[in-house]
């Protein structure tokens, strides 16, 4: 692997692999554990495809007692374990290890509840974001957040990186739409977190969940709120001279009080591969492009999408139209939803950035990524979630050239570090993973991140889960204080332990 090291694999794990092999079979009868390497091999990466790495073992549990059961097998034998859902991860969250014995949980694939008097969902975590929207959308409703991802991506996935999507600038993101959890922790404990009811008494935990990128424990099951679909919804193409000018506007729009349900920006050049890929009919002209999607009842959409014309047109759009019909606006999100794979077709690779900014420093942020395409002499593509400040520089590659994944991830650390200079962070919803897991010091100190650690240790002391992802450094927890012990006395001796 270039430029990331992960921990080194452990031979006395390594050694006992038919051992650890047989302890899971008689666990997960049948075909739910796959050890031949050419069966392992689609699990080798995830979407982070500059990175592979083979697992020790590949299991697939199907209940609860299974999953409860190999995770207390790995504490009490000190092998690590890699959660994984549909394998979408852009961040190399679900990248195996090869002393780790993978968890897919696929195979969690049932709807379990549907609530519409309580506007809830309950769902194993193998069910695809989709998924969930086509069980209720028959008595209109949905899932808010819709990663683009979503025909494939697991809710699980969802709620290990907080995903987000087009939509959840109204609608909020993972977080915001989940309302319990079920996990098991690597000591093989089973905690539940929420429900459908509005809050929990404590510590919110289950906001501590979501976005733990299979760190903390291993979910199965999740409670999600779904919406009623809004009466109208109408989406605006935005054609703009240069991408400071769209930045602008975007800005103006939040601003002005307007929360639109979506809005998007792509640059020139994503533009022109969106449009040879899917004929939306977007303006090959323009140099930044916003769709501006508006949604409620009917006469509130008219009202503010003729105040999003007055702002767009005052920030020199030369290029403005309206959908007119439901199968319109759908086409006018085709192209941005096919973003990714356009973009994969002018170019052998890409990686996919992450970052997230204060909406004003837009113009900011796009003027200086021109800047380090010309520094590293690669080109970029820009996609993103324009309303949340979210961006996602598409940075184009060919691996096959020496040097060239090199200069894409030098490339990449500089836009996030210039994303933090802004005042803004390391990752919108992709998760930290491997990708940002060496920039997590450009945007927290050591007290910070050894912080961090100790929530890390009240969950799982021996470092087993996931481990290599997210920290850049690891500490023992008993170095980071967990349990400390002075002259063999245990401090607070007055507090009742268990
Ligand atoms: C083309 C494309 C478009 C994308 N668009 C978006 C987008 O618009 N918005 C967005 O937010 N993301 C997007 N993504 C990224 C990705 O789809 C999301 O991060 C998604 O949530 C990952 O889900 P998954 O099921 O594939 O998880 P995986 O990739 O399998 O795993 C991701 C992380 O979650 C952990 N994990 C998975 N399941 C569990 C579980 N049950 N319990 C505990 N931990 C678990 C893994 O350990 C890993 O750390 C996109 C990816 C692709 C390839």
Redesign the pocket.
């Known amino acids: 692997m270039v430029g990331i090291a992960m921990p080194a694999p452990d031979r006395g794990v390594l050694a006992r692999r038919d051992e650890i092999v047989a302890a899971l079979k008689a666990i997960v009868p049948g075909e739910g554990v796959i050890d031949a390497l050419t069966e392992m091999r689609p699990y080798e990466t ?2 982070l495809t500059a990175y592979r790495q083979m697992p020790l073992v590949v299991v697939l549990p199907e209940t609860v007692d299974q999953v409860s059961r190999i995770l207390r097998y790995c504490y009490e034998n000190e092998v690590k374990v ?9 961040s190399g ?2 990248l195996p290890l090869a002393d780790g014995v993978l968890m897919s ?1 696929m195979k969690f694939n049932r709807i379990l509840d549907i609530d519409f008097p309580n506007r809830a969902v309950i769902a194993q ?1 193998g069910v695809t974001n989709l998924g969930i929207t086509r069980a209720v959308e028959h008595e209109g409703f949905y899932y808010a957040p819709d ?3 979503q025909i ?3 809710i ?6 907080n ?4 939509h959840c600038l109204k609608y909020g993101l993972t977080t915001n739409n989940v309302l319990g959890l079920e ?1 098991v922790l690597i000591t093989g404990e089973v905690i539940r977190l929420g429900g459908k009811h509005m809050e929990a008494e404590g510590y919110d935990l289950l906001a501590l969940m979501t976005g733990s ?2 760190l903390l ?4 099951e999740v409670t999600v709120r779904i919406l009623q679909k809004p009466e109208t919804a109408r989406a605006a193409l935005v054609g703009f001279p240069t991408s400071e000018d769209g930045g602008r506007c975007v800005a103006d729009i939040i601003a002005a009080g307007i929360i639109p349900g979506g809005m998007e920006m792509m640059d020139g050049p994503a533009i022109q591969a969106a449009e040879d890929y899917v004929n939306a009919g977007y303006p090959r002209d323009a140099e930044a492009l916003l769709i501006v999607e508006l949604d409620g009842p009917e006469a509130e959409v008219d009202f503010l999408l003729a105040r999003v014309e007055e702002i767009a047109r005052a920030n020199r759009a030369g290029y403005l139209r309206v959908s007119t019909s439901e199968e319109e606006r759908l086409v006018f999100w085709a192209g941005r939803k096919s973003a ?2 356009a973009v994969g077709r002018i170019s052998p690779d890409y990686l996919c950035m992450d970052g997230t900014i204060p909406r004003r420093e837009l113009p900011r942020v796009l003027a200086g990524m021109r800047e380090l395409s010309v520094k590293h002499g690669l080109r970029c593509a820009n996609v993103f979630h324009a309303g949340d400040g979210n961006l996602h520089p598409l940075i184009l590659y060919d691996a096959n050239k020496p040097g060239e994944l090199e200069a894409a991830e030098a490339f990449g650390a500089d836009i996030l570090r210039l994303c933090v200079a802004v005042g803004g962070v390391l990752t919108g ?3 930290v ?1 491997i990708e940002k897991r060496d920039l997590m010091p450009e945007m927290f100190s050591e007290d910070d991140l050894k912080q961090q650690q100790r929530v890390k240790c009240a969950f799982d002391d021996k470092h087993l889960l ?1 481990p290599g ?1 997210v920290f850049p450094v690891l500490h023992r927890c008993a170095d980071l204080g967990m349990m400390h012990v002075h002259k063999g006395q245990l401090a607070f001796p007055d507090i009742p332990r268990f």
């Not at 890699?82 to 852009?90: E, F, I, N, Q």
């Not at 995903?163 to 087009?166: E, N, Y």
């Not at 424990?217 to 199965?220: A, M």
């Open positions: 995830d979407a890699v959660p994984r859902g549909a394998g979408t991860s852009l969250g679900a949980m975590p990663p683009s991802s494939a991506c697991s699980g996935g969802n709620i290990a990186e995903s987000g999507g087009v996990m990128e299979g424990g291993v979910v199965t990714f794979p919803e992709h998760g993973g996931n992802k």
